[in-house]
């Protein structure tokens, strides 16, 4: 891991980018450490820069937490093949246009959470190595899909925070009932890009003792601020 930048918030956080390898990444540490950590994964093609996702990460840290994202392939400025354009267009088109999206979602999303879940694994590894960072290991951000894989196959994760999810592949929705480990799901009522009634059958399926979901009228992009809050509560209570 090579860091290439750094500079001090105003809140004490230090934030930094790296690389690691192809992979670009940002992590944000607290003024008191060894800290916890959180990993925040995103996709659609967003970038880690992402404001809101950014907004998250510095409030997080602040809270005590060490906070890192990473590039998925497709996403911010990594590579993107003609074939993942075209499934993205395909994907919005059909949305936009209220015809079935499964087929295209499973062809699109499942090989992003198969290409993603090992360049994570190797991030964490590359992160626990640091005298700034410790266990317990926390999971949150709205790829729903690649943190159900994370939490089925990454033991050092404790405790995971989803948004919305709705739209995760059947595989994913298979694994579910493997998670164990628990939950806070968050769910926007009105979010036009994840249909309600499968994000309620996917968070029945979770197989975990402790699970709480959270709905608030609104879109997908209305969350609540106070649910961030909430969120680091959940965290305090799992990881700290």
């Given at each position: 891991m090579q860091f290439t930048s750094e500079q001090r918030l105003d809140d004490g956080v230090l934030e930094r980018e790296f690389t690691l390898?192809?992979?670009p990444g940002t992590l944000w540490t607290?003024?008191?450490t060894?800290?916890?950590l959180v990993l925040m994964a995103h996709n659609n093609g967003l970038p880690k820069a992402?404001?809101?996702l950014v907004a998250r990460a510095?409030?997080?840290?602040?809270r005590g937490y060490a906070v890192a994202t990473i590039d998925a392939a497709g996403c911010g400025d990594r590579p993107r093949s003609a074939a993942d354009e075209q499934a993205r267009a395909d994907l919005r088109r059909a949305m936009q246009a209220g015809e079935p999206v499964d087929e295209i979602f499973e062809s699109f999303i499942g090989p992003m959470v198969e290409k993603a879940v090992p360049e994570w694994q190797m991030t964490l590894d590359a992160l626990l190595e640091m005298p700034e960072i410790a266990g317990p290991v926390g999971y949150s951000g709205g790829w729903t899909a690649l943190g159900i894989r994370l939490a089925v196959v990454e033991p050092r994760i404790a405790a995971a925070g989803f948004f919305a999810g709705g739209f995760v592949p059947?595989?994913?929705r298979e694994e579910a009932r493997q998670v164990t480990i628990p939950l806070l799901f968050l769910l926007q009522w009105d979010d036009e890009g994840n249909p309600r009634q499968r994000a309620l059958d996917l968070f029945d399926a979770f197989g975990s003792k402790e699970k709480?979901?959270?709905a608030n009228l609104g879109g997908h992009i209305g969350t609540p601020w106070f649910e961030l809050e909430d969120g680091c509560r959940f965290l305090d209570r799992h990881l700290k």
């Open positions: 390898g192809e992979i607290p003024g008191i060894p800290a916890p992402d404001p809101r510095r409030y997080t840290a602040a059947r595989a994913q709480t979901l959270h």
